[in-house]
């Protein structure tokens, strides 16, 4: 049973930055690639930034690329997500997820499941 917990939401004034944190138990952490996704209300879920198993490849929407970073500590069966320059645009629910294969890297939404319970990001222009 995969468990992920994801942590280190909140409320941002626009320019702010926020680190998100995922806790995995349950799988064999380190040969799995993860991935993080948002949903904002009214929205479809969206695939934001991915990590492989190693952290060697990493993949980002366009809308965050150069201001988000994914990375990974293996040790630590956790993954991260540091947004930086957030936008107003950036409010949803956010939620890791683990791929569904091992050692298999996918820089799209559809491999990935087990997903979280979310953690909000807020915010404010």
């Known amino acids: 049973q995969v468990q992920l917990v994801e942590s280190g939401g909140g409320l941002v004034q626009a320019g702010g930055s926020l680190r998100l944190s995922c806790a995995a138990s349950?799988?064999?952490?380190?040969?799995?690639?993860m991935g993080w996704f948002r949903q904002a209300p009214g929205k479809e879920r969206e695939f934001v930034a991915a990590?492989?198993?190693?952290?060697?490849?990493?993949y980002y929407t366009d809308s965050v690329k150069g201001r988000f970073t994914i990375a990974r500590d293996n040790a630590k069966n956790t993954v991260y997500l540091q947004m930086n320059s957030l936008k107003s645009e950036d409010t949803a629910g956010y939620y890791c997820?683990?791929?569904?294969?091992?050692?298999?890297?996918?820089?799209?939404?559809?491999?990935?499941?087990?997903w979280g319970q979310g953690t909000q990001v807020t915010v404010s222009s």
């Open positions: 990590i492989s198993w190693s952290g060697g490849r990493t």
């Open positions: 349950g799988r064999a952490f380190s040969v799995y690639s």
């Open positions: 997820a683990v791929h569904r294969s091992a050692r298999r890297w996918s820089p799209g939404p559809n491999e990935y499941e087990y």
